[in-house]
């Protein structure tokens, strides 16, 4: 198999390419370098810096190259800052799948589209865990954006007879085994690198919100290990290969369990072999109290059994990445 990954060189698209060539898969990699990282991409495999919204390089790219299936990893995806900038959001998530939409259309390509997507198109759900039917309301650009381009996808798939997919993650963590890669974003939001860098530079970790309707007053959050996101991408696209042209479908991606922010932290110490010292702060707003997936669609569609997402694992991989690199990729 040979596929195009647009957003390539982005955390979760790098694990999808080094998880790829380990099963043998040839990728390209389509990215514009704003967010993501050359020194992520192995030495090799072929590169193309362009943008999404590049029509003319991006069909290019699909007349260069004949794949099987092409792999979305380009999206923004922080929250706060899609409130403040929403264009940037429609614009790269939404406008962005557009005309690779209609690009795939021009150059008639038969690659089967994997997307990735997000439990953000609910907002605060109404129930858990969260299925895939379940009433979507989303309460920010980022996930409206989301939302509007597996419409698009969705559109697209029945009325011009494309094959697409959209994966919905839940929380990506964790680094490569190798820890050649790992997570590396600039502001980082996510908790599990916050956590280990507040340990590293002796600092105290700013936890936020310790009033929600939890067990222990914390979010609680589904975390999935990144290598396990990128297992399912490839049975995914193994999957549509085998379907019929308009077939579209969406998919949660999750463990399944909801783990508590205290419970990371817990995980962490117990990893690292020492505590960790943190506070409680305000909650940020827009934070719903539980999100955590329904996956037994991916589990018996993709065949979706987890194989490094327990907690520990996530920490294992994760400090090995951010101990090599201190500096992230300028390490």
């Known amino acids: 198999m040979r596929c195009l990954v647009i957003g390539g060189a982005g955390y979760i698209g790098a694990h999808f390419v080094y998880e790829a060539r380990r099963q043998g898969i040839e990728p390209i990699v389509y990215d514009n370098l704003s967010r993501g990282h050359r020194a992520s991409i192995p030495e090799g495999v ?28 380009a999206a923004f995806a922080l929250v706060g800052e899609s409130v403040s900038q929403p264009d940037l959001y429609y614009r790269n998530n939404t406008e962005g799948v557009r005309v690779l939409l209609d690009t795939m259309r021009a150059t008639k390509s038969r690659a089967s589209l994997i997307f990735s997507s997000t439990c953000a ?17 989303p309460i920010s650009p980022y996930g409206r954006s ?44 996510h908790l599990i690198p916050n956590i280990l860098s507040s340990v590293m530079a ?15 007053g914390t979010c609680v959050r589904d975390y999935v290990h990144v290598t396990d996101l990128a297992v399912a991408h490839i049975e995914a696209a193994r999957v549509l290969l085998k379907r019929p042209a308009g077939s579209f479908d969406a998919i949660h991606l999750g463990t399944g369990v909801g783990r508590s922010n205290l419970e990371l932290v817990a995980a962490a110490a117990r990893v690292l072999g020492q505590e960790v010292s943190y506070k409680v702060g305000p ?3 827009g934070d719903p109290p539980a999100l955590y997936a329904d996956n037994r669609k991916a589990r018996q569609i993709l065949q979706f059994q987890p194989q490094h997402s327990d907690l520990d694992t996530i920490f294992r991989t994760a400090l090995a990445w951010h101990t090599s690199h201190p500096l992230g990729y300028e390490s």
């Not at 590049?54 to 794949?67: G, H, I, N, P, S």
């Not at 198109?121 to 309301?137: C, H, S």
């Not at 697209?156 to 494309?162: E, F, H, N, S, V």
């Open 121 to 137: 198109v609910f907002g605060e759900p109404e129930r858990l865990p969260i299925a895939e039917d379940d009433l979507k309301r």
């Open 283 to 285: 909650r940020r707003a």
């Open 46 to 73: 072929p590169f193309v810096q362009a943008d999404l919204l590049d029509a003319e390089a991006l069909r290019t790219a699909l007349e260069t190259y004949d794949v099987d299936a092409i792999f979305h990893f």
């Open 202 to 216: 002796g600092e105290t970790l700013t936890i936020f919100g310790g009033d929600f309707p939890t067990a222990d």
């Open 146 to 189: 989301k939302l509007m381009a597996e419409w698009l996808i969705d559109d697209y798939c029945r009325a011009y007879g494309l094959k697409g997919m959209a994966l919905r993650y839940f929380n990506a963590c964790g680094a490569d085994a190798s820890a050649e890669i790992g997570e590396d974003h600039e502001p980082e939001t």
